[in-house]
């Protein structure tokens, strides 16, 4: 019993010490991300993507302004196979992605590190038919400045439309309604 009490006070004092930690206990919900200038480049809303080229799952070379030119949009979702990405993606699949044929919506696997682990995990996770995006070596994860879940839409312009987490696709689905 002296111990835990002991312990409990070492913890207690250690987290008086950290400066600021009360906004993590209690975060205000305000974006402090920078203001950008609309139709800068960057991955931020309103900003011109960068274009990219990353293998898939069947090792096809996916270009950005590729896949821009031949669609209204592109969708990434960065998953790592877990069930919360399971959620995600099944109800992407089944409430969102038929209402948007013409926009291509793709998984980005940024855990698996190859293509030929990244295809076993799409196997065996049911989804043989999505389009799937190997980011080996976290170059796109990095560049959107993503977390599991992160949704990022780009419009056929170029011009990034979302880039945050998942919740419900609310959101989602009306940015994918206003595409031009």
Known sequence: ???ARLIAIIALLALAGCKGITDDLMPSGEDKRP?????S??????????????QDTLDNTRILSDE???SDGVVLYFNMWCPICDAHTSHMRSS???DFPQVRFFLVDYVSGSVAVSRAAQLSNGYA???VLVDA???????YHASMGTTVVIDSTGIVRMNEDYKDGVKLKEI???LP
């Open 41 to 54: 480049n960057g991955t931020q809303v309103g900003q011109l993507s960068p274009d990219f080229s990353v």
């Open 1 to 3: 019993m002296f111990y």
């Open 35 to 39: 203001d950008v200038e609309a139709g």
């Open 176 to 178: 994918l309604q206003s």
């Open 137 to 143: 070596d976290q170059s796109l994860f990095n560049m």
């Open 68 to 70: 821009l030119a031949t």
């Open 96 to 98: 969102i992605m038929p």
């Open 129 to 131: 038919s999505s389009l």
